[in-house]
């Protein structure tokens, strides 16, 4: 169902950038209009947690430790779902899961390592 990558290179120093990207394949378009997007993470030897959502009415939520740094949004033609993190922190360190919820089922991506030193 995703397809899901990291743009602007592998792991990045304290104070830097990486740009999430999901895309969908086979979901009608008006479900995924319809739907919650959100991306979690997973930090080792933690459990995962909520990082950031959008809902179908276009309102978001940010776990209070990204807030002002990271920002989630979606293109809805293209059925896509991004997540811009700027000023990377080392605890930021953790796999990153795209999440989209319907109304019948709950998609996920397969995760992405995002690795922040130092």
């Known amino acids: 169902m995703f397809s899901c990558r990291r743009l602007g290179g592998g792991s990045v120093q304290a104070g830097g950038s990486l740009k999430l990207s999901c895309a969908t394949s086979?979901?009608?378009?008006?479900v995924f209009w319809a739907s919650r997007k959100a991306w979690y993470r997973q930090a080792p030897g933690k459990q995962?947690?909520?990082?950031?959502?959008?809902?179908?009415?276009?309102?978001?939520n940010y776990q209070d430790s990204v807030k002002g740094r990271f920002t989630i949004s979606r293109d809805n033609a293209k059925k896509r779902v991004y997540l811009q993190m700027n000023s990377l922190e080392p605890e930021d360190t953790a796999v990153y899961y795209c999440?989209?919820?319907?109304?019948?089922?709950?998609?996920w991506g397969r995760g992405t390592l995002v690795t922040v030193s130092s």
């Open positions: 999440n989209v919820e319907t109304d019948s089922r709950d998609y």
């Open positions: 086979g979901m009608i378009l008006s």
């Open positions: 995962r947690e909520l990082v950031a959502e959008l809902s179908s009415d276009e309102n978001t």
